[in-house]
């Protein structure tokens, strides 16, 4: 089986309109659970964590295109991958709680 080519992380910031936040993405992942017997239908979560060393998720910081109140919870996410010149959608959902680390208080950090 091979793998994936690319993958592809977006936002929908305003709707009808997805903004590609793929270079910004340090670590994904997704988890689906199955139905059975004995546990019934959950939904699948995904957490996806991203770069913010300039600052660009902290809602407190009003430069930044994903400050300002705009990046806020219910935001509807997607996740694509291309595999074998096909676009698949892995994961479609809504943004459930924001972390921002490191804040804009912070230090910076390597």
Do not use: C
């Not at 988890?31 to 902290?58: H, K, P, T, W």
């Not at 109140?69 to 996410?77: E, F, I």
């Not at 479609?92 to 208080?105: F, M, Q, W, Y």
Request: proline share 5%; charged share 15%; net charge positive.
């Amino acid at each position: 089986m091979t793998l994936p080519t690319s993958y592809g992380v977006f936002i929908e910031f305003v709707a009808g309109s997805w903004t590609n936040i793929t270079p910004d993405t340090r670590a994904l992942s997704i988890e689906r659970r199955v139905a059975s017997l004995y546990a019934g239908l959950a939904a699948a979560e995904m957490i996806l964590e991203v770069d913010n060393m300039a600052g660009n998720f902290s809602p407190a910081n009003s430069a930044s295109i994903y400050g300002n109140g705009v990046l806020k919870p219910n935001l509807r996410t997607r996740v694509q991958a291309t595999h074998s010149g096909s676009l698949r959608t892995l994961f479609t959902g809504k943004l459930d709680r924001i972390l921002v680390s490191p804040a804009l208080s912070d230090p910076r950090r390597s």
